[in-house]
């Protein structure tokens, strides 16, 4: 069933039907605006997902995209009417600055060994928030500012029908992304990059693709993040950021695409439910070190994430399944 999931489109659709059904038949605003940012945090996880489970690229500064999206669509929004052409160009705005950093850090940390990578990857993230902290003219430091949305978005119900096809429709492009000879190549990358460049590939010229397509999506959930709060500051683009995208790809399965969006709706069930004790019980105050705990015990219990190990159950049943056939032909014979 979980192989037919991550392949099917069919199993995509149906509980996108469900989702799209669920507003009408519960009208709880605080579950609806839970369910939205699921979505903008799904988005965010694929495209990190494409790196790590994909390319096998480890990257701590993929906030600087989720950031870049963020500015982009609050600084042209405070500064213009915010119509929906306004939020069009400025979305598409963050997408193209991604884009050109993406390509520009790939081609200056691309080559480096892994380990390198993620510690050059980090030290850019790190420029891009002190910017944004000392640039106050643009945007206002640390103290962020807020900024309005064009009429259809102040509609909650609209907005998580926007932000639903939005993932829905990710999901779809990087599935067929990944299962193109193209995402092939990528996962040969992800395996054994050297074999893969004496077979004649330019394995740099697919890492950068990777890359640059991780880069916009994620400005894209970025932009999608700050019009659900109408608010933006220098905390888009915090290592939290980054690692919050890691950790929901790890939980949910590396690799899988459908992963992130079930680790992205573990972690923020649990932020939320954890959160919400904290306010009737003194001893879920501190949430985070249950929420660690949660972690840990999720790793032990599902160490290729859910969606990995449950798949990896799978085919052991189906191994040992086939073992005991064959045994039972051999003593038929």
């Known amino acids: 069933m979980l192989r037919q999931l991550n392949k099917s489109p069919v199993w995509i659709l149906v509980c996108s039907a469900v989702l799209i059904v669920f507003p009408f038949v519960n009208d709880s605003r605080s579950l609806m605006i839970l369910l939205t940012q699921i979505f903008i945090l799904a988005i965010f996880a694929m495209s990190y997902d494409l790196l790590l489970g994909y390319t096998g690229i480890v990257s701590f500064g993929h906030a600087m995209f989720f950031g870049i999206g963020a500015y982009s ?29 993406s390509y520009l850090v790939g081609l200056l940390t691309l080559r480096l060994s892994n380990h390198f990578y993620a510690m050059l990857t980090l030290a850019l993230a790190g420029l891009f928030l002190v910017v944004a902290e000392k640039w106050r003219s643009l945007t206002l430091g640390n103290d962020g500012f807020t900024f309005r949305v064009p009429d259809i978005m102040r509609d909650r119900l609209s907005f998580y029908m926007i932000c639903l096809i939005l993932m829905v429709a990710v999901f779809f492009i990087l ?8 995402g092939k190549v990528l996962v040969a990358v992800r395996e054994n990059e050297a074999r893969t460049q004496s077979l004649g590939f330019h394995t ?35 290592l939290d950021v980054t690692l919050d995208a890691l950790l929901m790809t790890i939980l949910g399965g590396v690799g899988t ?3 992130p969006i079930i680790g992205a709706a573990i972690i ?35 160490p290729k ?25 051999r003593m038929a014979g």
């Open 257 to 259: 695409l459908i992963g």
């Open 175 to 182: 599935l067929r992304l990944t299962n193109s000879p193209m």
């Open 204 to 238: 740099i010229h697919y890492k950068l693709i990777s890359s640059v397509v991780a880069g916009m999506i994620a400005s894209l959930s970025g932009s999608l993040y700050v019009l659900s709060l109408r608010f933006v500051n220098t905390s888009v683009f915090a």
């Open 73 to 101: 669509t609050g600084v042209l929004l405070s500064r213009f009417e915010p119509t929906m052409l306004s939020l069009l160009i400025s979305i598409a705005v963050g997408m193209l600055i991604a884009s050109i950093v």
């Open 268 to 302: 923020e069930v649990s932020h939320h439910w954890l959160s919400e004790l904290g306010k009737s019980y003194a001893i879920f105050e501190r949430w985070i070190i249950f929420f660690g705990i949660l972690y840990i015990l999720a790793v032990m219990f599902f």
């Open 305 to 329: 994430g859910i969606v990995g190990s449950l798949k990896e159950m799978r085919w052991k049943k189906r191994k040992t399944k086939v073992k005991t056939e064959n045994k039972n032909k």
